[in-house]
């Protein structure tokens, strides 16, 4: 079942991968803030707080930063340093950072509660 944010996100990539890409990068935060209980003063800061973790993956670690660096993009559009065209999100760069939110999604809502039950 998706969340309402997801389901938005899914359904505006096709129009803006930006709008997508910043709806991921409010979930991601949402799942650090809601369920995870990292509240830092930037998102590098709550990815390196939940780097901490010793049950995160350092997969899902670095893939998360990478998603970080992506979604920043669609939140905080930067001119290019060859030109002075704004830096915009590609759809594929906004179906990995969708596809990331999944996999943050497993992690979190199903393998971490399943090992509580072992």
């Avoid at 990539?13 to 979930?27: F, Q």
């Avoid at 350092?58 to 030109?83: E, W």
């Amino acid at each position: 079942m998706l969340s309402c944010p997801q389901q938005e996100a899914l359904q505006v990539n096709s129009i803006s991968p930006r709008a997508s890409a910043t709806l991921s990068r409010y979930l991601l935060q949402n799942i650090l803030h809601e369920e995870l209980k990292i509240s830092k003063r930037n998102l590098a800061d709550e990815i390196s707080e939940l780097e901490k973790v010793p049950s995160i993956p350092s997969t899902l670690i670095a893939m998360l930063q990478v998603f970080r660096k992506v979604a920043n993009f669609g939140a905080h559009p930067k001119k290019s340093t060859n030109s002075s065209e704004i830096v915009d999100i590609e759809k594929g760069e906004a179906d990995i950072m969708l596809e990331l939110i999944e996999k943050l999604f497993d992690f979190v809502f199903i393998k971490q509660h399943f090992t509580t039950f072992l």
